[in-house]
């Protein structure tokens, strides 16, 4: 399977006094705004860091759902929360923190499939991060 997906960047301004805005394809995010405070401190808006996190979770959870169909399971629910850290000019760490409820699946084989799925999701294999795993199985 090929595919390719678009998102946009617009910038007015300095990198501190400036401001701009994401839209993406699909229009999920129409000229959403990000700017200094939206980044560096606790303004409304965006900012890159959030939606590598978004990403990231979004992708890990989807992948481990495939795996767990593989094994013969249907999810009950998965919830993934991703922490980018973000530390002098780069992201060295993100944290998948994982919660999920696989009724007939025994909790080391899901701590398995989510190993996996961390190595094996297409946006881990592009960040050029360390990568953690926490799992909450939930019987």
Not at 67 to 80: H, K, P, Q
Request: proline share 4%; charged share 30%.
């Amino acid at each position: 399977m090929k595919f390719n997906r678009t998102a946009k960047a617009h910038w007015e301004g300095g990198g501190k006094d400036g401001k701009g805005s994401l839209t993406t394809e699909s229009g999920v995010l129409k000229e959403s705004p990000y700017a200094f405070k939206t980044r560096f401190e606790d303004a409304v808006g965006t900012n890159p860091e959030e939606l590598i996190g978004a990403a990231h979770a979004g992708c890990f959870t989807m992948q481990l759902s495939f795996y767990i169909v593989e094994e013969g399971f249907t999810a009950e629910r998965l919830d993934t929360q991703a922490r980018v850290h973000f530390e002098d000019g780069s992201i060295p760490k993100i944290e998948l923190e994982l919660t999920g409820k696989v009724p007939g699946m025994d909790e080391s084989k899901f701590k398995e499939l989510a190993t996996k799925s961390k190595e094996n999701c297409p946006v881990s294999k592009l960040l050029n991060a360390d990568i953690t795993l926490t799992t909450t199985f939930d019987n």
